[in-house]
């Protein structure tokens, strides 16, 4: 029996990089494990949660990465070549920059797993790995997957949450997201039978805080086809889930659809709100997100006792000096469960990217600094500096004591879970971010 070892690298210098609170399972690995044929043995390393032993006995290695792990990820790559073994990269960062990659593995995956994965091990059984795997088929279908084996994570000290994916892709396309490049531009759906017989044999993940009814949907937006996601709320009613997803702000607009979430069990959606401008909403092409009905968008969605997660991205082309405080003020008055700020980040493979490029905007060519918590690029309207320093002070403002309580008092959603998620925020934030500014 062959041994297959999957490897998961850390982002270092992300805010969220190994921070006990944010050890969340990886399921794209899981994914690839499930198309391995059974005469393969599968081991997982997830650097957040266990070390890389480079003399592990295995006869292949794969590597997955993002861009702000991927320069750990080939750090990884030279230390199991030099010791021998074969290494195939993949990921997204990968994919948009295969000739990078292969300056580090024996091979590359560009895109998705499916349908590629089998000719990738047969061709290395039979001492003939190719350099590059790419779908020439288009985008796969998600019908007919095998499911993921959870048990490749049993005591991996986790979070007590699973993962699933009932769609992909996403036809928005915003200047600097990666999800439609790399995922396509149509939403593609996995049949309701199959993700309900998944939720079926959920099992523990073990430890302390097991649980096997915490699921986290891991659709860039679940309400993508309304069909489907009325199917599928539906149907995972009976097994009584808390569970999360993210979606966009036109949730807010559909009460069946909200009614079902809640019924459901849905603790709360991530939504990304971006920009309280107009102006950068209209650049980066998101013109269904209106500013002005944010605060009713929450109001909405607390009615029916759904959580909002906030999502703001910070350093846009029409972002002043004035920003922060605005983007820390908003969310206490629009009593936003969760916010999560990032910095402008132009990811290889974006309009963002290739605009920044055309302009010679970029001033970081270092790949671990692309994670969304670094400034790389040269702001239009501020000093990078400026830019670091004010997203310092929305992180401490925004996960002061004051706001913490300003934003979850009276708002009728999960507490259980909102509270130990912000004081895990706000944990991670006083550890991790270097200010004068003293924390409330």
């Known amino acids: 029996m062959k041994k297959l070892l999957l490897i998961s690298p850390i982002a270092a210098k992300s805010l969220l990089g190994g921070d006990f609170y944010f ?86 995956v560009i895109g998705e797993a499916e349908d590629q994965w089998d000719k990738v091990l047969a061709d290395f059984e039979r001492g003939e790995l190719g350099k590059i795997y790419k779908n020439e088929n288009g985008y796969p279908s998600l019908a007919n997957r095998p499911a993921p084996n959870w048990d490749l994570y049993r005591d991996k000290n986790y979070l007590p949450v699973h993962f699933i994916e009932t769609t992909r892709g996403c036809p928005h396309n915003c200047e600097f997201c990666s999800v439609t490049s790399s995922f396509g531009g149509k939403f593609r759906n996995r049949p309701v039978d ?39 709320l539906n149907r995972i009613i009976p097994y009584n889930l808390k569970w999360l997803g993210q979606a966009s702000v036109n949730v807010a607009k559909d009460d069946e659809v909200l009614a079902l979430c809640r019924k459901s069990g849905c603790m709360g959606l991530l939504l990304g709100f971006e920009t309280l401008s107009a102006d950068n909403l209209s650049n980066m092409g998101k013109h269904f997100n209106k500013p002005q009905d944010y605060i009713n968008v929450v109001r909405k969605l607390h009615d029916y006792g759904i959580g909002v997660d906030g999502s703001f991205v910070l350093g846009f082309d029409h972002d002043d000096e004035g920003v922060f405080d605005r983007a820390a003020e908003f969310v206490v008055k629009a009593k936003i469960d969760v916010c999560y700020f990032s910095i402008l980040t132009p990811y290889p493979g974006t309009g963002l990217h290739a605009q920044m490029v055309g302009e010679k905007r970029i001033i970081d060519g270092d790949w671990a600094n692309y994670n969304t918590n670094n400034v790389v690029f040269m702001p239009k309207l501020m000093k990078p500096e400026k830019l670091l320093s004010g997203f310092h002070h929305v992180l401490k403002e925004s996960f002061s004591y004051r706001s913490i309580f300003g934003r979850l008092w009276d708002n009728g959603t999960y507490k259980n879970f909102f509270y130990p998620m912000n004081f895990g925020f706000r944990q991670t934030v006083k550890k991790t971010v270097k200010h004068k500014q003293i924390f409330a």
Request: glycine share 8%; no cysteine.
């Open 194 to 232: 199959e993700v309900e017989r998944e939720i079926q044999n959920l099992k523990p993940l073990g430890g302390r805080l097991a649980l096997k009814n915490v699921v986290f949907f891991a659709d860039d937006n679940i309400i993508s086809s309304r069909k489907h996601a009325i199917e599928l």
């Open 23 to 108: 050890r969340l399972p990886y399921l794209g690995l899981l994914k690839v494990a499930s198309l391995t044929p059974a005469d393969w043995q599968v081991n997982i390393i997830d650097e957040k949660v266990e070390p890389v032993d480079f003399n592990a006995d295995v006869d292949l290695v794969g590597i997955t990465a993002m861009t702000p792990a991927v320069k750990r990820g080939y750090e990884i790559a030279d230390g199991f070549r030099q010791r021998g073994r074969k290494v195939i990269m993949g990921g997204m960062h990968v994919s948009k920059l295969p000739e990078e990659a292969l300056q580090h593995g024996d091979s590359v």
